[in-house]
């Protein structure tokens, strides 16, 4: 149980474009979902927490028109990373965590390779 | 400012010893304390929670203690196969086990 699915694993764009991201969670409904940054040999890096039908909490230094988020359903949210630059090139993970259980470890999805070209 | 530290960041083992990381933190007071395994281009995966008042956990192979007078938890993996072999990320959080502040990780490499 309590498993996380993520598109696309690789996404490949040309510097400008759009790119979306998205974080399912498949046998649970998750009221909060994380958003991190990974880079090589680096821990993960929480950029945004995303509320089901609240705006997302950016964490400081986190572009919030450069980093969409939105959490539609309690098992769906989205990362737009908006005209996509080479330095926005990364590894791309999300988490969910079970509906009001905070003391309760994140599930997280297999991750998204952004590469901007 | 939060500061975690894991011990190396890489760590090699004869397969059968047993593996010990260690996370130690500085300027936290963590509520609960968590060990994820992550493998190459993959996301982590949820190991062992332990809370503040627990001192120790165990499940199969695996065991976590937590000192929060050291600030210190060690992960041990008993019998070490190959397949252990994975970057190891302990994570701190207060009220949110979700809002957590992860280390660099460790890379286990055990050896045939």
């Known amino acids: 149980g309590a498993v996380v699915s993520q598109h696309p694993s690789r996404v490949i764009c040309k510097s400008g474009t759009s790119v979306k991201i998205e974080c399912r969670s498949l046998d649970f409904q998750a009221t909060t979902m994380f958003w991190y940054r990974q880079f090589p040999k680096q821990s993960l890096m929480l950029m945004a927490t995303s509320n089901e039908g609240s705006k997302a909490t950016y964490e400081q230094g986190v572009e919030k028109d450069k980093f969409l988020i939105n959490h539609a359903s309690l098992t769906l949210s989205t990362l737009t990373v908006t005209s996509a630059h080479p330095e926005d090139s990364s590894f791309y993970i999300c988490s969910a965590q079970p509906g009001g259980q905070y003391n309760s470890p994140l599930h997280f999805g297999n991750g998204t390779r952004l590469t901007v070209t | 400012s939060q500061k975690i530290e894991q011990n190396s960041e890489a760590l090699n083992i004869q397969e059968g010893k047993t593996a010990t990381l260690t996370c130690n933190y500085t300027n936290y007071s963590p509520a609960y304390l968590q060990w994820y395994r992550q493998d190459p281009g993959r996301g982590p995966v949820f190991l062992l929670l332990?809370?503040?008042?627990?001192k120790e956990k165990r499940k199969e192979r695996l065991k976590v203690t937590f000192d929060t007078t050291l600030k210190q938890s060690l992960f041990h993996i008993t019998a070490s196969q190959p397949a252990d072999s994975a970057t190891y990320l302990c994570?701190?959080?207060?009220?949110?086990?979700?809002?957590?502040?992860f280390g660099d990780g460790t890379t286990l490499t055990v050896k045939p």
């Open positions: 332990i809370r503040e008042n627990e």
């Open positions: 994570a701190l959080s207060n009220t949110n086990a979700g809002k957590s502040t």
